[in-house]
């Protein structure tokens, strides 16, 4: 019955708005698509960080502190401002506090102040109405799980959408928090015996009698690659647990799933080529019985028709809202990304080393940014904000962290492979920089898919634009 319901209401939605990127899918971003029809999504990615770099630019507008005033546990607000708050906001060139890096035993304020975080991410993006709300993270970013999990949940949350891994193990999470249980994650380990070490959370135990004795449990949209990927899911998790998929394609933006096959191939620009072994097999996916949704080049109204006529309830879109005014994007950036892709020119590149993730990733080719080798090559390498670290075993037995974008010869001597640090961009400061809280002297990098066409039909000339509002209407200008 509750996947019932929860298909019920979604099935309304045809347009899925991406979670994109850290803070460009942002709260206000979110609540102008639900509110004009779509399946709105916060990224909670990285909130954490974010959060905390808001309230020392002096939280403008005071939405924040708005939100903190809600959460239910106020001594972990207080804590919260009394370390982060900046009343007026510090100068820009200044540096700012920073935030410690998850390990596999998170300290308690961090704990806090994830929960918090998440919780902030959602409520604002709930606000003021009745449509359905997504928040967003990346598999791949195992640790903070069950913490922003529980702070999106307590914020009410109706859809939690995750790719760039397999989300197996999601369900049992949400089904956790919400019967008031224990929490676990397997959070995978490189090297060593054994290749995951899991890690708990009982939310009533760390916040107390206070905590709700039941939550909202949300829907589910694992965002796979495959049918054979939805396939898996369908048999290995109880009846219930998926309210439905988000199938992304290879042209779609972000991260890509790599190319299925042990023998990789890539073009003479160097990315990755897809073969038949990637192409999805959409009348297996309409047989598992589920809602899902085609991301990647579908953002037109012939594209959602296309989707449907696939079997699809409708797309997944996230350049089309990325580009619009109510995006998190730098100004800057995004009207340059704007008028290059209104002209036909701009260039977007499937990066197959950029990501410590290891997944290929699109980046627009963009003049002052880290798409230019040569930017990217007068970068210092550092390694300050720690989003993307991986777990990995040392030689005692406990566990430490590293990531391939961090300074070379720190990377290898905790043991990583030389190799693997060739290309490779810190995600973290690009993509903080790409919505303007990047630290000082750090050049952005944006993340958009290969397709643009929309703009033509947005935008009267180069120089124009256009809101999320806008957007929508357009994709549902045929219906």
Not at 78 to 87: N, P
Not at 256 to 280: I, L, M, S, W
Not at 442 to 467: C, N, Q, R, V
Request: hydrophobic share 35%.
């Amino acid at each position: 019955m509750r996947c019932q319901s929860f298909q019920g209401g979604l099935m309304n939605r045809e347009i899925i708005q991406g979670g994109m990127g850290i803070y460009v899918s942002n709260p206000h971003l979110a609540k102008m698509t639900s509110t004009a029809g779509a399946l709105g999504t916060v990224s909670g990615t990285g909130f954490e960080r974010i959060l905390p770099h808001l309230l020392q630019l002096g939280d403008i507008g005071g939405h924040y502190r708005r939100a903190l005033a809600h959460f239910p546990f106020p001594e972990v607000s207080e804590r919260l401002l009394a370390k982060y708050f900046v009343e007026g906001g510090k100068p820009l060139d200044q540096d700012f506090r920073r935030v410690p890096a998850f390990s596999m035993t998170p300290s308690r304020e961090l704990i806090e102040f994830t929960v918090a975080a998440s919780f902030c991410a959602v409520w604002l993006s709930k606000e003021g109405h009745d449509g359905p709300i997504s928040v967003n993270y990346l598999e791949k970013l195992q640790i903070p799980h069950i913490f922003h999990l529980t702070g999106a949940m307590l914020a009410g949350v109706d859809y939690v959408t995750m790719g760039a891994g397999i989300t197996l193990q999601i369900p049992g999470v949400l089904d956790a928090v919400t019967q008031g249980g224990v929490l676990n994650y397997r959070v995978s380990v490189e090297g060593g015996n054994s290749p995951t070490q899991t890690i708990s959370f009982n939310p009533r135990e760390f916040f107390g009698e206070n905590f709700p004795r039941e939550l909202k449990r949300p829907g589910f949209l694992p965002i796979v690659s495959t049918d054979a990927l939805a396939g898996l899911m369908v048999h290995k998790l109880p009846a219930g647990s998926v309210q439905g998929f988000v199938v992304e394609l290879p042209t779609a933006g972000g991260h890509n799933a790599p190319p299925r096959g042990r023998e990789k191939v890539f073009d003479d620009k160097g990315q990755p080529v897809y073969g038949e072994r990637d192409e999805v097999n959409f009348e297996k996916l309409k047989n598992l019985g589920i809602p899902f949704w085609i991301g990647g080049s579908f953002a037109s109204p012939e594209g959602i028709a296309k989707a449907r006529s696939l079997g699809a309830v409708g797309i997944q879109a996230g350049s089309i809202f990325a580009l619009s005014e109510d995006s998190g994007l730098d100004p800057h950036y995004r009207r340059e990304m704007r008028r290059l892709g209104y002209r036909g020119e701009l260039i977007i590149h499937t990066d197959p080393t950029a990501s410590p993730t290891n997944y290929p990733f699109k980046v627009p080719q963009l003049a002052g940014t880290q798409s230019d080798p040569v930017i990217y090559e007068a970068r210092k390498r550092i390694c300050d904000r720690s989003a993307l670290t991986v777990p990995y075993a040392l030689p005692n037995g406990k566990v430490g962290l590293r990531c391939s974008s961090e300074p070379v010869a720190d990377y290898v001597r905790k043991g990583g492979k030389i190799e693997d640090t060739v290309g490779r961009r810190c995600l973290c400061n690009v993509l903080f920089s790409a919505v303007g809280i990047g630290n000082p002297n750090e050049p952005p990098m944006f993340t958009l898919g290969d397709d643009a066409s929309f703009l033509s039909h947005l935008m009267k000339d180069e120089d124009d634009s256009y809101t999320a509002v806008d957007a929508i209407r357009y994709l549902l200008s045929q219906k």
